[in-house]
Every structure is written in structure tokens, then in C-alpha cells.
């Protein structure tokens, strides 16, 4: 079993929806979460970074992780075919410099 | 402007041929890791240093050396390539682990 799990898509959505997209982990010592986009033929790009539970809100993305369910999702409200990437969720532990990244879900947003 | 360089970007060798892939940064970031990028496996961490002269293996550095002797740069060493090293490879900064990680644009390494 990997230690973290991404549902890979494609996942197609009409401009305007909102987006959801998750990871779940196997490993309770992951302290640090992270979102990346990553568009095609270019390196991921620092979404968001959220440290143990709770929400965190930035313009229209917002982070969530669940702990107990270890459970992280990033929701993305009034998707814009500009948001048409891979996104990849990443999680560390607290004192490691090891980085465990999901394998990405592809999405597109058709205008 | 604040950024990663890798070089070269696209490199096509052959099996045994020792190669050397460059990263440096501009950010005077105490933190790099290298990654390789796969279909169906997403980014695994190769190697990271915590600063000059300090590196450790992250999850796949088998058939890979790394070297930090300078704090802006973190070449990649692959003393004799295989066909399994063909891959995407991404580097990686930051000022502290946990911090936000910025990117290189990225190597396509084929071994044939």
C-alpha cells in the first residue's frame, strides 16, 4: 500500500464548478500537508501549506485536512479553464526532510 | 528574479555514460532535494541536502550521487545510467525544510 493515495483523473469539470480534489494517507506521523499545481512541461508550484487539521482559505482554494481520518482535500471554487493542471498533494513529518508526494490528479476545466 | 536552474533540459545518452545534471538556485536557500517524476508514480525524492556538505538519501537514490559544496548548487550524478533512470527530474529549494519548496522547469533523461 502506497502511504499516499491520489485519484489519478482525468477529471473534467464545466467553468464555474467547484472542484474537490483529496489524497488519503497511511502514515499518522505526517504533520505538514502541501498542494502543488503543476502545468504541462513545467515543475509544481506551491498551492498550499496547511500544518496538522483545520482549514485554510486562500482566494478561491481551500485546504483541508482531517487527521483522525487522514483525509486532506483541496477544493477550488469558480474553477477557471486556467486552472486545467495536475495537482499534486505532498505531506511531511515533523523533523524529517523527507517529502511523500501523491501521484497527481489531472483536471480540466471546459470553458 | 528568484528562481531554480537546471541544465541540461532534455539529454539523451546511453546505457554506462556518466552524466551530471545541474540545479542551482539564486535564493541563498539552505535547502535542495532532488526528485524524479514518473507516470502512475508522481514525484519521488531522490536525494536532499540541509545545507553545504550535509546530504541524505530520500526514497529511491539507488544508482544516484549528489554533492554540495557550494549553497547554491546541487548537481545530480548518475555515474553509469540505465534504462530505468529514464525519467523526468525536478529540483527543488527551499529556506527551511517545510517551507515552500520552488522548482526547477525540470531534465527529460532518456537512457538507451
Known amino acids: 500500500q502506497k502511504e499516499v493515495e491520489q485519484d489519478p483523473g482525468p477529471l473534467s469539470v464545466p467553468e464555474g464548478a467547484i472542484v474537490s480534489l483529496n489524497c488519503t494517507y497511511s502514515?499518522?506521523?505526517?504533520?505538514?500537508f502541501m498542494w502543488y499545481r503543476q502545468y504541462s512541461r513545467k515543475g509544481p508550484e506551491l498551492l498550499m501549506y496547511?500544518?496538522?487539521?483545520g482549514n485554510k482559505e486562500d482566494g478561491r482554494f481551500t485546504a483541508q485536512v482531517d487527521k483522525s481520518s487522514k483525509y486532506i482535500s483541496l477544493f477550488i471554487r469558480d474553477s477557471q479553464p486556467s486552472d486545467s493542471a495536475t495537482y499534486l498533494c505532498?505531506?511531511?513529518?515533523?523533523?524529517?526532510?523527507?517529502?511523500?508526494f501523491g501521484t497527481g490528479t489531472r483536471l480540466k476545466v471546459l470553458a | 528574479e528568484a528562481q531554480v536552474t537546471q541544465n541540461p533540459r532534455y539529454l539523451i545518452t546511453v546505457t554506462g555514460k556518466k552524466l551530471t545534471v545541474t540545479c542551482s538556485q539564486n535564493?541563498?536557500?539552505?535547502?535542495m532535494s532532488w526528485y524524479r517524476q514518473d507516470p502512475g508514480l508522481g514525484l519521488r525524492q531522490i536525494y536532499y541536502?540541509?545545507?553545504?556538505?550535509?546530504?541524505d538519501k530520500g526514497d529511491v537514490p539507488e544508482g544516484y550521487k549528489v554533492s554540495r559544496k557550494e549553497k547554491r548548487n546541487f548537481p545530480l550524478i548518475l555515474e553509469s545510467p540505465s534504462p530505468n533512470q529514464t525519467s523526468l527530474y525536478f529540483c527543488?529549494?527551499?529556506?527551511?525544510?517545510?517551507?515552500?519548496?520552488?522548482f526547477g522547469p525540470g531534465t527529460r533523461l532518456t537512457v538507451t
Open positions: 527543488a529549494s527551499s529556506g527551511l525544510a517545510g517551507d515552500e519548496q520552488y
Open positions: 502514515n499518522s506521523a505526517f504533520q505538514y
Open positions: 496547511t500544518y496538522s487539521s
Open positions: 505532498a505531506m511531511k513529518g515533523s523533523g524529517t526532510y523527507k517529502y511523500i
Open positions: 535564493m541563498n536557500h539552505e535547502y
Open positions: 541536502s540541509m545545507n553545504v556538505e550535509v546530504t
